[in-house]
């Protein structure tokens, strides 16, 4: 297979998730970075570059200078990969979805459900693909699950209880470093912080693996650690289409969670549990009442979920491996443009379809929230 070339904004020296898109990318060698734009300051681009080994010539100053000159080239990126504060997620995967780039963007998508709409409108004319990279939904026991509602083991779906909690941010005199600070700011963050981070996470969880879509939500966001603008706990009611209903829940000090996103979803014929600290393993109730653990590797696992397995039962797999999942999806489509032969079966990715529907929930949940706790349409 032809190896793919790719570019970053984001990631610079210090960063979280942008080291950790490159380690998942590498992990099966399709694709090369060759070019960045790893931070505002070009001096510490440089940096980076020089420590990944770039040319030079393709560590740059801006992310519109890099979409331009990546764009003019022969031997420019297949895709660009964006990890960088969500306020400026817009307009980069703006000038690079306008250089004619393939766009693989971390969540939450962008800040408002008009820049989401716009940014799908622009990628869907222009006939370009987009990767939301929402890491759980990667791993092979998420895509069990969702092959496990969707062959009707568990029945009809009637209630999901998700959440996600953690507890980095419980002192009020710890902002978190660089990644919290940037969180906790409205300039930077958008008008949500806990519920973009995290409560995104769990909407795409439970529509990924149930299939479900939100009809209307109710939703009591607090600010509860003194010092905080924006929320870092929110509670959430859930109603599906179709009548199912449930409960997510995120919080940002809750003391001892690290990521504890977890999905317990019951069904008119059975249950299934599953804990992405352990994510290895699905729990599987029928109606005999008894508790199977299924584990990633064994012959048990769907094949469709099986084949994104890289080592045998036992050798750990985990979020690395989730998030190289979707690359590796993600860059067959790409290639698949690249030769002519792209069909949209082939996706088996977190689309930008899902990234607009995470705004509409956090927005949905705004309104809710601010409206004094009432139910909103999504
Ligand atoms: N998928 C996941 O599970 C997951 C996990 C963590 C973070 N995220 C998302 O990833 C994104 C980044 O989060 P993080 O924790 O890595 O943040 P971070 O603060 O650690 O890193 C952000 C990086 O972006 C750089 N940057 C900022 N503005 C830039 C610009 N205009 N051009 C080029 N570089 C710029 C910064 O210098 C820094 O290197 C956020 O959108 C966050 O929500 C997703």
């Known amino acids: 297979m032809a190896k793919l070339r790719y570019g970053m904004v984001g990631g610079g020296p210090g960063a979280f998730i942008g080291d950790a898109h490159r380690k998942a990318i590498s992990l099966d060698g399709t694709a090369e970075l060759v070019a960045g734009c790893f931070s505002r300051t070009p001096e510490k681009t440089k940096e980076q570059g020089e420590a990944l080994g770039l040319d030079p010539e393709r560590c740059y100053a801006n992310y519109k200078e890099m979409a331009a000159a990546e764009q003019a080239r022969e031997d420019g990126i297949d895709f660009v990969v964006i990890v960088t504060p969500n306020n400026t997620h817009y307009e980069i995967a703006k000038a690079f979805l306008e250089s004619g780039i393939h766009v693989a963007c971390d969540k939450p998508l962008v800040t408002t459900v008009e820049e989401a709409e716009e940014l799908k409108k622009i990628a869907d004319e222009k006939g370009l693909l987009f990767m939301v990279t929402y890491t759980y939904t990667g791993h092979v026991t998420m895509k069990y699950m969702r092959d496990l509602v969707k062959n009707g083991e568990i029945g009809t779906v009637r209630t999901v209880m998700a959440e996600y909690p953690q507890g980095w941010l419980y002192n009020e005199n710890d902002w978190g470093g660089k990644q919290g600070e940037w969180r906790c700011d409205p300039a930077q963050s958008g008008r949500v912080n806990c519920l973009g981070d995290l409560g995104t996470h769990v909407e795409n969880a439970v529509a990924t693996v149930t299939g479900l879509k939100i009809k209307r939500v109710l939703a009591k966001m607090d600010v509860v650690v003194p ?152």
């Open 227 to 378: 010092g905080r603008k924006l929320d870092d706990n929110d509670q959430i009611l859930v109603e599906y289409e179709g009548g199912a209903t449930g409960i997510n829940w995120t919080s940002q000090f809750a003391i001892g969670c690290d990521n504890s996103l977890r999905l317990r979803i019951y069904g008119s014929k059975g249950t299934l549990l599953w804990f992405q600290e352990t994510p290895e393993e699905v729990t599987l109730i029928r109606e005999d009442g008894i508790a199977r653990t299924i584990k990633r590797g064994y012959g048990a696992v769907t094949p469709d979920a099986a084949k994104y397995g890289r080592l045998p039962s036992g050798h750990t797999e985990g979020w690395l491996e989730a998030m190289g999942n979707l690359y590796d999806s993600f860059g067959a489509c790409v290639l698949a443009k690249k030769e002519d032969r792209f069909t949209l079966d082939l996706i088996d990715y977190p689309t930008i379809e899902e990234g607009v529907a995470g705004l509409k929930y956090v927005e949905a949940c705004l309104k809710s929230s601010e409206n004094g706790n009432v139910w909103v349409e999504v």
